[in-house]
């Protein structure tokens, strides 16, 4: 192999990189090609806008809390005292050409951007994507999607309009009930008391460096593990645990996810143009002493307003100090237990499965009725808090009391989502008995054929090879044995208790599966089938050839 | 058709799945190829002309100009242009490339085998037995002293980084307990910034209300932070509804003739709060719902908030104007550690 | 209707059903604000005590008592001046529809000679705050940004900073501004109808609520910088926008990308 690179730019690179060997292997790297792929990369697309919005907006923002006269363009707010923070914010939206788009642009981007990772994180759930050896990638994801929303949050306070201080001092309050270092917090962060003039541009700095800058390096990690562990896919034809199928980097898969890339940035820029979000102009600066009804967060923080605004008064005093629980239950206590039972998750469910196998085939949902039906609860508390952060809204728009609205959220915070999760498993658990009948029966083929003694049935027919390896690649889990107790001589087993528990909840999870087929049976079927289009090969081909 | 995507690559591209291929349009049909390609050219044409008209709508449009649009309705002119023009030369790429990859480039599915991730048992005993004569040569398990200290002083080296952060902000010392409230300090409204005469507020009123000398205060900090815990709201309840007060004796009560001041601060969170409702005399917070009975001493009947909303003792001077008896008696605002 | 019977069992037939559901939820926003055009009610200039008296005892002696002395059904009138009729009824609050927490704007049932009749006889029971005159709500020499500092302190806190009103306890609520008339909004202030608190002039000037009417007027303009405004409700819409339209286009897009060429 003596070929030489006849381009001398692309020489000089291989001579100090040797990158051809790379290159080829990127290349030809090979990307599975489904919808539920791409949410991964809006947010990864919403990220890079934000970064290129966001750069564009601290040319123009100026991160002060220092008081001055507003004298720009917008009429209404002309000789308002305000922050500097607030006027560059109404300069950029007013008097900067192209400031209002990006401001727009960036907001959108930044909604866009929490609200793709949690979607993403939906679809690795659902599919059981972080199964081994993919577990570390879900922990790297459940802190970007904290970080996230952290980011946003500080972004959604940096214009220091009425709306985001409202949410500052709400946050300054939730810092002032975490016990014993609360008030010390406070001062610190704020540079003593509320509102103070330090805050903006400390959280200027870590929203434009710190948190961006470690969330770039856990999207190279992310993405790294990717390209190393493979995509995972969904089962079908030719697909197994042990290839993957798909399009190559170069060119299909290259020219789909750039694309992709363009359409997320158009969509972006369109609603940046289109649709307004965030009218700080309308807000007006923030002051201490005002306040405006419906005042509510960003949609990712919804669910902590939600929890925070149906938590009933709990205040104790506790040798002689003071505990906020009204506070630290719903800001503190239940968004920890949320998130770590979310980055524990596949360590939980592979304890109850006793399962050490890689797994690249992606489950379907049906097949894993436990566990889509803990995420559907999940789902379902989640989305009962974050309906919970409008309940004044609620009220409002439906002519309700949201007195009344809220006793209902706070019942139905515990009863809906142990609903949800039966009715979820009940539907998975009869979608896997129609699978089994698809498998033993075929698909209802709509023709009617009458027998020669005069009764009807309707022909059945094998589903297609596509459909049948789908069914087909249905994993079932044993539940782990109930250990014994003792030996058989008699004498405890020791860590007995904890084999037992690991069983018990095993039967949990995976105990009223509905098996697939055995070969035996099916088998039995696929005689019965050529038994059957014996006699109705002609009409069923009639019939489908319309 | 197939064939001739692959013919010349074979080598080094991924093998294709074994699974059936339909061919697609343009695969068969070279007037749907040129078809598509046409299409595609077109999105990237058309999106170089709407990064044109980008660009000359930013030259062109004055920014106050305002265009009635559909379901829109009066809006910036320049932003829905810019908006526009570049969110479709940027659609437009994208639609563009994706139309070309999913029509013209080759469609066939190729696989690509998995290995296992665990290494070798021969790379797992290689790699421990290099990891032991390093840490022996180092001598860290033969030598405590040396193995200790270092622990100690790696334990012990962030230490400055946090300590560092001490003067971020001051000791928050009493600052929580007091206000800039004193007695026969004057209530002056929010805003207007003039003195309340007792007189003037009839029943059901609301007034919202600030110390007077709050401007001072604040030119000389230089911040809003004595306006964001010294905000009140007066209002004037018939005195036969005043079920309760925090304080005050029939001689010297907390009122005046049935005109109370209250915090503004929520004692939830501290959101300034002011949606009085004459009626029923209950003060509600827009933020989380903790509902304060202003007639009742300030008592939370609904939501979140479990302390009362400080009342302010007030009076009235020998002007008739209203004066503050003091500065409140509780601290005002959430709940903190060193409260009780 | 034969294509669409013949595609329902299609792959993809859900998501379609789905995304137009999305689609459709997401532009409805569009519809949510709708203002109602109102009918400015001018002051009157005389009255006929006599005819305010009997118009009283037809509509709203049920309620209020034949003097205005109220009963179970509703409060005295004596002495809440002409002002608060003037509003009420001008408003169509009163007489009410039907018992409830709140009493709604719609369309008054009364002519402007006879809420002017109405007005003056409850005036004659008891001295109360009297009807404004055109100059005292005239925002000529108004000052809209004082205006809106004013609002955002008196007012923002329960019709919020749209105007578009918000949510008060066990189902009342502050409403919405678009409807009212300046004069109704300074006779708003000095009653203080239903469980809206009183703003005396002496305690929030004339000018302070002339600043304020006039604030209102700017916000009532509808003119959105940013495009749709999502009726103004702030996040909560802006995030139902993106879980329904927004997402639902960047799905189609991923959709698109997924489905095989023909």
Same mark, same amino acid.
């Given at each position: 192999?003596?070929?030489?690179?006849?381009?001398?730019?692309?020489?000089?690179?291989?001579?100090?990189?040797?990158?051809?060997?790379?290159?080829?292997?990127?290349?030809?790297?090979?990307?599975?090609?489904? +919808?539920?792929?791409?949410?991964?990369?809006?947010?990864?697309?919403?990220?890079?806008?934000?970064?290129?919005?966001?750069?564009?907006?601290?040319?123009?923002?100026?991160?002060?809390?220092?008081?001055?006269?507003?004298?720009?363009?917008?009429?209404?707010?002309?000789?308002?005292?305000? *922050?500097?923070?607030?006027?560059? *914010?109404?300069?950029?939206?007013?008097?900067?050409?192209?400031?209002?788009?990006?401001?727009?642009?960036?907001?959108?981007?930044?909604?866009?951007?929490?609200?793709?990772?949690?979607?993403?994180?939906?679809?690795?759930?659902? #599919?059981?994507?972080?199964?081994?050896?993919?577990?570390?990638?879900?922990?790297?994801?459940?802190?970007?999607?904290?970080?996230?929303?952290?980011?946003?949050?500080?972004?959604?306070?940096?214009?220091?309009?009425?709306?985001?201080?409202?949410?500052?001092? =709400?946050?300054?309050?939730?810092?002032?009930?975490?016990?014993?270092?609360?008030? +010390?917090?406070?001062?610190?962060?704020?540079?003593?008391?509320?509102?103070?003039?330090?805050?903006?541009?400390?959280?200027?700095?870590?929203?434009?460096?710190?948190?961006?800058?470690?969330?770039?390096?856990?999207?190279?990690?992310?993405?790294?593990?990717?390209?190393?562990?493979?995509?995972?896919?969904?089962?079908?034809?030719?697909?197994?645990?042990?290839?993957?199928?798909?399009?190559?980097?170069?060119?299909?898969?290259?020219?789909?996810?750039?694309?992709?890339?363009?359409?997320?940035?158009?969509?972006?820029?369109?609603?940046?143009?289109?649709?307004?979000? %965030?009218?700080?102009?309308?807000?007006?600066?923030?002051?201490?002493?005002?306040?405006?009804?419906?005042?509510?967060?960003?949609?990712?923080?919804?669910?902590?307003?939600?929890?925070?605004?149906?938590?009933?008064?709990?205040?104790?005093?506790?040798?002689?100090?003071?505990?906020?629980?009204?506070?630290?239950?719903?800001?503190?206590?239940?968004?920890?237990?949320?998130?770590?039972?979310?980055?524990?998750?596949?360590?939980?469910?592979?304890? /109850?499965?006793?399962?050490?196998?890689?797994?690249?085939?992606?489950?379907?949902?049906?097949?894993?009725?436990?566990?889509?039906?803990?995420?559907?609860?999940?789902?379902?508390?989640?989305?009962?808090?974050?309906?919970?952060?409008?309940?004044?809204?609620?009220?409002?728009?439906?002519?309700?009391?949201?007195?009344?609205?809220?006793?209902?959220?706070?019942?139905?915070?515990?009863?809906?989502?142990?609903?949800?999760?039966?009715?979820?498993?009940?539907?998975?658990?009869?979608?896997?008995?129609?699978?089994?009948?698809?498998?033993?029966?075929?698909?209802?083929?709509?023709?009617?054929?009458?027998?020669?003694?005069?009764?009807? =049935?309707?022909?059945?027919?094998?589903?297609?090879?596509?459909?049948?390896?789908?069914?087909?690649?249905?994993?079932?889990? #044993?539940?782990?044995?109930?250990?014994?107790?003792?030996?058989?001589?008699?004498?405890?087993?020791?860590?007995?208790?904890?084999?037992?528990?690991?069983?018990?909840?095993?039967?949990?999870?995976?105990?009223?599966?509905?098996?697939?087929?055995?070969?035996?049976?099916?088998?039995?079927?696929?005689?019965?089938?050529?038994?059957?289009?014996?006699?109705?090969?002609?009409?069923?081909?009639?019939?489908?050839?319309? | 058709?197939?064939?001739?995507?692959?013919?010349?690559?074979?080598?080094?591209?991924?093998?294709?799945?074994?699974?059936?291929?339909?061919?697609?349009?343009?695969?068969?049909?070279?007037?749907?190829?040129?078809?598509?390609?046409?299409?595609?050219?077109?999105?990237?044409?058309?999106?170089?002309?709407?990064?044109?008209?980008?660009?000359?709508?930013?030259?062109?449009?004055?920014?106050?100009?305002?265009?009635?649009?559909?379901?829109?309705?009066?809006?910036?002119?320049?932003?829905?242009?810019?908006?526009?023009?570049?969110?479709?030369? =940027?659609?437009?790429?994208?639609?563009? /490339?994706?139309?070309?990859?999913?029509?013209?480039?080759?469609?066939?599915?190729?696989?690509?085998?998995?290995?296992?991730?665990?290494?070798?048992?021969?790379?797992?005993?290689?790699?421990?037995?290099?990891?032991?004569?390093?840490?022996?040569?180092?001598?860290?398990?033969?030598?405590?002293?040396?193995?200790?200290?270092?622990?100690?002083?790696?334990?012990?080296?962030?230490?400055?980084?946090?300590?560092?952060?001490?003067?971020?902000?001051?000791?928050?010392?009493?600052?929580?307990?007091?206000?800039?409230?004193?007695?026969?300090?004057?209530?002056?409204?929010?805003?207007?910034?003039?003195?309340?005469?007792?007189?003037?507020?009839?029943?059901? %009123?609301?007034?919202?209300?600030?110390?007077?000398?709050?401007?001072?205060?604040?030119?000389?900090?230089?911040?809003?932070?004595?306006?964001?815990?010294?905000?009140?709201?007066?209002?004037?309840?018939?005195?036969?509804?005043?079920?309760?007060?925090?304080?005050?004796?029939?001689?010297?009560?907390?009122?005046?003739?049935?005109?109370?001041?209250?915090?503004?601060?929520?004692?939830?969170?501290?959101?300034?709060? *002011?949606?009085?409702?004459?009626?029923?005399?209950?003060?509600?917070?827009?933020?989380?719902?903790?509902?304060?009975?202003?007639?009742?001493?300030?008592?939370?009947?609904?939501?979140?908030?479990?302390?009362?909303?400080?009342?302010?003792?007030?009076?009235?001077?020998?002007?008739?104007?209203?004066?503050?008896?003091?500065?409140?008696?509780?601290?005002?605002?959430?709940?903190?550690?060193?409260?009780? | 209707?034969?294509?669409?019977?013949?595609?329902?069992?299609?792959?993809?037939?859900?998501?379609?059903?789905?995304?137009?559901?999305?689609?459709?939820?997401?532009?409805?926003?569009?519809?949510?604000?709708?203002?109602?055009?109102?009918?400015?009610?001018?002051?009157?200039?005389?009255?006929?005590?006599?005819?305010?008296?009997?118009?009283?005892?037809?509509?709203?002696?049920?309620?209020?008592?034949?003097?205005?002395?109220?009963?179970?059904?509703?409060?005295?009138?004596?002495?809440?001046?002409?002002?608060?009729?003037?509003?009420?009824?001008?408003?169509?609050?009163?007489?009410?529809?039907?018992?409830?927490?709140?009493?709604?704007?719609?369309?008054?049932?009364?002519?402007?000679?006879?809420?002017?009749?109405?007005?003056?006889?409850?005036?004659?029971?008891?001295?109360?705050?009297?009807?404004?005159?055109?100059?005292?709500?005239?925002?000529?020499?108004?000052?809209?940004?004082?205006?809106?500092?004013?609002?955002?302190?008196?007012?923002?806190?329960?019709?919020?900073?749209?105007?578009?009103?918000?949510?008060?306890?066990?189902?009342?609520?502050?409403?919405?501004?678009?409807?009212?008339?300046?004069?109704?909004?300074?006779?708003?202030?000095?009653?203080?109808?239903?469980?809206?608190?009183?703003?005396?002039?002496?305690?929030?000037?004339?000018?302070?609520?002339?600043?304020?009417?006039?604030?209102?007027?700017?916000?009532?303009?509808?003119?959105?910088?940013?495009?749709?405004?999502?009726?103004?409700?702030?996040?909560?819409?802006?995030?139902?926008?993106?879980?329904? /339209?927004?997402?639902?286009?960047?799905?189609?897009?991923?959709?698109?990308?997924?489905?095989? /060429?023909?």
């Amino acid at each position: 192999m003596s070929t030489t690179i006849s381009n001398p730019a692309l020489r000089w690179v291989d001579e100090r990189f040797g990158a051809a060997k790379g290159v080829k292997t990127a290349l030809n790297k090979v990307f599975p090609d489904h +919808w539920s792929f791409m949410l991964g990369e809006i947010a990864l697309y919403s990220f890079i806008i934000l970064l290129l919005s966001g750069v564009y907006l601290t040319l123009f923002f100026v991160p002060s809390m220092t008081e001055v006269v507003y004298n720009g363009s917008f009429v209404p707010l002309k000789g308002v005292k305000m *922050s500097e923070a607030y006027a560059s *914010s109404l300069d950029i939206s007013f008097d900067v050409r192209g400031g209002l788009l990006m401001r727009q642009v960036h907001h959108w981007a930044a909604l866009f951007f929490v609200g793709a990772m949690s979607v993403h994180m939906l679809r690795i759930f659902f #599919t059981g994507a972080f199964r081994k050896p993919r577990e570390v990638n879900w922990v790297i994801g459940t802190v970007l999607l904290l970080l996230g929303i952290v980011e946003g949050f500080l972004g959604y306070s940096l214009p220091d309009d009425l709306l985001s201080g409202t949410g500052l001092r =709400i946050s300054e309050g939730l810092i002032l009930a975490t016990p014993v270092i609360g008030t +010390w917090a406070s001062s610190l962060l704020f540079g003593g008391g509320f509102p103070g003039t330090d805050f903006i541009p400390r959280i200027f700095t870590i929203h434009i460096l710190l948190i961006p800058g470690i969330i770039l390096a856990l999207v190279t990690v992310h993405m790294l593990l990717v390209v190393f562990h493979k995509h995972t896919q969904f089962p079908g034809p030719g697909r197994t645990n042990r290839n993957v199928v798909g399009y190559p980097l170069m060119p299909v898969y290259m020219a789909k996810a750039g694309g992709f890339f363009f359409i997320v940035f158009g969509i972006t820029v369109l609603l940046g143009g289109l649709v307004t979000i %965030n009218p700080v102009w309308m807000f007006g600066p923030y002051v201490p002493n005002a306040v405006s009804a419906g005042s509510q967060p960003d949609w990712y923080m919804g669910f902590l307003d939600g929890a925070v605004r149906i938590m009933p008064a709990l205040e104790y005093t506790i040798f002689n100090h003071t505990l906020s629980l009204s506070l630290i239950v719903p800001a503190m206590i239940l968004p920890g237990i949320m998130v770590t039972l979310m980055a524990l998750y596949p360590w939980i469910e592979a304890w /109850a499965s006793g399962d050490k196998r890689e797994h690249h085939l992606l489950d379907r949902p049906r097949n894993a009725p436990t566990r889509t039906a803990l995420g559907v609860m999940a789902l379902t508390f989640y989305g009962i808090l974050w309906i919970s952060a409008g309940n004044d809204l609620i009220a409002i728009t439906f002519g309700l009391s949201f007195n009344a609205i809220t006793w209902t959220l706070r019942f139905a915070l515990f009863i809906v989502p142990a609903l949800a999760f039966w009715v979820t498993k009940r539907i998975c658990l009869s979608l896997q008995r129609r699978d089994r009948d698809l498998l033993l029966h075929g698909r209802e083929s709509g023709n009617i054929m009458r027998l020669p003694h005069g009764e009807f =049935i309707e022909i059945h027919t094998p589903v297609d090879e596509a459909v049948r390896a789908k069914l087909l690649a249905k994993e079932d889990i #044993t539940p782990v044995l109930m250990p014994p107790t003792e030996d058989a001589n008699g004498v405890a087993l020791p860590r007995a208790g904890r084999q037992r528990l690991q069983a018990k909840v095993s039967a949990w999870f995976y105990g009223d599966n509905v098996p697939k087929p055995t070969e035996a049976e099916l088998a039995e079927a696929e005689a019965h089938f050529a038994h059957l289009t014996d006699g109705q090969h002609h009409d069923h081909k009639e019939i489908s050839s319309h | 058709m197939s064939d001739l995507v692959h013919h010349e690559s074979s080598t080094t591209r991924p093998t294709p799945a074994p699974i059936p291929h339909a061919l697609r349009r343009a695969d068969i049909d070279p007037k749907a190829a040129r078809r598509a390609e046409r299409q595609v050219a077109i999105m990237f044409a058309l999106s170089a002309l709407f990064t044109v008209l980008f660009v000359i709508a930013f030259v062109a449009i004055d920014p106050s100009v305002e265009i009635g649009l559909p379901v829109i309705g009066t809006t910036s002119a320049l932003n829905v242009s810019m908006g526009l023009t570049f969110g479709l030369a =940027i659609f437009l790429i994208g639609t563009g /490339a994706i139309h070309w990859a999913k029509k013209l480039m080759p469609d066939v599915e190729v696989v690509e085998e998995r290995h296992e991730f665990a290494s070798s048992a021969e790379d797992v005993a290689a790699a421990s037995e290099t990891f032991k004569v390093g840490a022996a040569e180092s001598g860290v398990m033969s030598r405590p002293l040396i193995r200790r200290t270092l622990l100690g002083a790696m334990a012990l080296f962030p230490i400055p980084l946090i300590v560092t952060l001490r003067d971020l902000g001051p000791d928050p010392a009493t600052s929580k307990f007091h206000t800039m409230w004193r007695s026969g300090m004057r209530l002056h409204t929010d805003v207007s910034n003039q003195p309340i005469r007792a007189a003037d507020i009839p029943v059901g %009123n609301l007034i919202n209300a600030i110390p007077d000398g709050l401007e001072e205060v604040e030119h000389e900090e230089g911040n809003l932070n004595e306006r964001a815990k010294s905000v009140v709201v007066v209002v004037r309840i018939d005195p036969a509804d005043i079920r309760s007060q925090q304080g005050g004796t029939a001689e010297e009560p907390w009122d005046y003739n049935g005109i109370l001041a209250f915090s503004k601060v929520c004692t939830h969170v501290g959101c300034p709060i *002011s949606l009085y409702e004459q009626r029923t005399h209950h003060l509600l917070c827009p933020c989380h719902q903790s509902t304060f009975d202003l007639a009742d001493g300030g008592k939370v009947v609904f939501g979140p908030a479990a302390r009362p909303m400080p009342q302010l003792a007030i009076t009235v001077d020998s002007e008739g104007y209203l004066v503050a008896q003091g500065d409140f008696t509780v601290p005002i605002g959430p709940s903190f550690w060193e409260l009780s | 209707m034969r294509f669409l019977a013949s595609q329902r069992r299609h792959p993809l037939a859900g998501f379609a059903v789905m995304l137009a559901a999305l689609v459709v939820t997401g532009l409805s926003f569009a519809a949510i604000d709708s203002g109602t055009e109102q009918v400015a009610a001018d002051t009157v200039s005389e009255t006929v005590v006599a005819q305010g008296k009997t118009l009283f005892a037809e509509g709203c002696s049920s309620c209020h008592g034949l003097n205005a002395e109220g009963t179970t059904d509703g409060p005295s009138l004596i002495g809440v001046g002409a002002a608060a009729v003037d509003f009420q009824v001008s408003s169509g609050r009163m007489p009410m529809a039907a018992q409830g927490v709140q009493a709604p704007r719609k369309q008054s049932i009364y002519t402007e000679e006879e809420i002017a009749a109405l007005a003056a006889w409850v005036a004659s029971t008891g001295p109360g705050p009297a009807i404004p005159e055109p100059s005292d709500y005239d925002t000529t020499n108004a000052d809209l940004s004082a205006g809106g500092e004013k609002f955002r302190v008196n007012c923002a806190q329960c019709h919020s900073f749209s105007g578009g009103g918000g949510a008060l306890t066990n189902g009342k609520y502050a409403p919405n501004l678009d409807a009212a008339t300046a004069k109704q909004i300074y006779e708003a202030m000095i009653t203080g109808p239903q469980n809206m608190p009183v703003f005396s002039d002496t305690t929030l000037t004339k000018q302070d609520k002339q600043d304020i009417i006039r604030y209102i007027e700017e916000l009532r303009k509808g003119s959105n910088p940013g495009g749709l405004d999502l009726g103004q409700y702030g996040p909560v819409t802006e995030g139902l926008f993106l879980w329904t /339209a927004g997402f639902a286009a960047l799905i189609a897009a991923a959709i698109w990308i997924g489905v095989k /060429a023909k």
